[in-house]
């Protein structure tokens, strides 16, 4: 996660300084790139990090990873933004044999210790690009690892942005929020894979990864729901360049580049060229002092860690990322790392879509050299957004010039070439064929993660609360999960168990109906009660032209103005502010479901507005307590049947 003794305030005398560091940094990169002796190139390594949620018994996300870690004792392990997220690093390993089985082994073995860890501590791991149980209150900062670098960074960039930070996602849903702080990334968790090239290939190999990640993500998607909303087929991708954009309204509108990103252009020559137009286009945000004077280190003989740039590098989300580091042989390296790779769904799957990208890395190499002269960079960028949104529905341009379906792209195309490049790497046979075999079974039966989830909800219908829903996904992932079936062998997911449902009435936030109907006050009580007909509800939230609630219209207050014998052919035009209930009993959503019980029969009332402060989120009505005695009740029943 980079450096970590980061100060209070980037004030401008540290700026500057950490500015000169990291000019310095580049100098002697360029020196090393130049000298031809400093870095490793007769050696291919692949690496991978494993991030994860941690889990509750309910599936809801657990702040625990201060006491995992100590639990655990395992250097590999790290933390992440979040308290529910923990990182894991896998050991480097050289790209041949089985290197492919050994990754998967020492996955299965780092999450057997987090897991065990994790129960010792009252919680669990799931893996899952997103967790379908997270809510926007989950992500406040007593959530945040307290460490001094996470709060660094979304103090400044909070400071740069300026005020919120803003998700807009249109998908099946559509998602429309705000948030003060930056744990909106804390929402999705990435199986990140690690290429190493050498220097004078880096180009090259850095050009054909930005061009395979589009059509390995289709073949992976799986972080299809954020906070209630089923959205994109990898939501991570549109969340994460949301969640930690820096660019000002003044910088959008002049249509600068947000920190994460795909790029806009090939890559001509060298690294170099990606870690220059970051330094100038994204302001340092985090700083450190005392770094090493790495030119004189390298006069000296020694190399240099570049720490000024790893850091800053690290504040740069680029999802084909250049990576320095120090090999502990004498020799530097250059990685590629690519973030685009969800949690999930199983360890099998994750490493079958590894080996599908560095199959590709290897084969499309060889196959096409520059692959700049076949492709033009704007198809690339173009698939890679198309497999964000849809999957394996997207329509790919390729290198022939013909545009094919993502699955028939994948099965006809891109799965032999994989196979050849890793047969060129000496992977063993038995590991190619089962690792794209996952690969190919699962794209031709079209279940990814994420196709499975969409499946899943919609053949629960809306016999139950979206809560109920999406905990019922994560509960059945969690089982499944275990199983270690990869995606495609999974059955859906299905309702049926009494425990989601006692699970999903705790608070009010479980419950309540955050796609509330309105009026405004001046409105017309003729189109209050047409809503209420046309809808089948009997409250309607009174709100003003600024969102903030003012008043409650109920069937009742309706009632009573009809029994006066006001009919709308017998009066003038009434307002809905003259029967509307003004300044309503409401609750936050945090309240508990038995205390919103209490209160609606204390007050009288069939219905509670949801609120934060002064602003409408939801509403809960007795309709809904009803309907989850009910539930409960079937499923009590229902679980007391013989057989």
Known sequence: MGQQDVPEQLDDRRLRSYTKALLDDVLALERMLEGGTAFETDIRRIGAEQEMFLVDSDMDPAPKVTEVLEKAQDARLTTELARFNIEANLSPQLFGGDCLRRMEEELNELLGLVRTAAQSCGSDILLAGILPTLRQSDLSLDNMTPNPRYHALNREMSRLRGGDFRVSISGLDELEATHDNVMLESCNTSFQVHFQVAPDEFARFYNIAQAVTGPVLAAACNSPVLLGHRLWSETRVALFQHSVDTRSSTHQARGGRPRVSFGDAWVDESVLEIFREDIVRFRSIIATEGQEDPLRVLNEGRLPQLSALRLHNGTVYRWNRPCYGLSGNGKAHLRIENRVLPAGPTVIDEVANAAFFFGLMSAMLEEHGDIRDVLQFDDAKHNFDAAARTGLRAQMHWTDGQSYPARELITEHLLPAAREGLKAASIDDDDISRYLGVIGDRVRSL?????????????????????????????????????????????????????????????????????????????????????????????????????????????????????????????????????????????????????????????????????EGDRLVGIVTEHDFIELAGSLLEQHLADDEPG
Do not use: Y
């Open 447 to 611: 279940q990814t993660g994420s196709n499975w989830a969409f499946h899943s909800l919609s053949e629960m219908g809306s016999t139950a609360t979206k809560d109920v829903r999406h905990r019922t996904l994560a509960r059945t992932i969690f089982q499944l999960q275990r199983d270690g079936r990869p995606i495609h062998e999974w059955p859906l997911a299905k309702l049926g168990r009494a425990g989601e449902f006692k699970k999903s009435s705790k608070t009010v936030a479980h419950l309540m109906s955050p796609d509330v109907f309105t009026v405004r006050p001046e409105d017309l009580v003729d189109l209050a009660a047409s809503l209420m007909e046309w809808e089948h509800v009997r409250h309607v939230p009174v709100e003003d032209d600024g969102g903030r609630l003012v008043g409650v219209v109920s069937q009742r207050a309706l009632l009573r103005l009809v029994s006066r014998g006001l009919t709308s052919g017998e009066r003038e035009p009434v307002a809905v502010s003259k029967i509307m209930r003004a300044n309503p009993v409401t609750v936050e959503a945090d309240c508990s479901a038995l205390d919103a019980m209490r209160l609606m029969r204390k007050e009288g009332v069939g219905c509670l507005p949801v609120v």
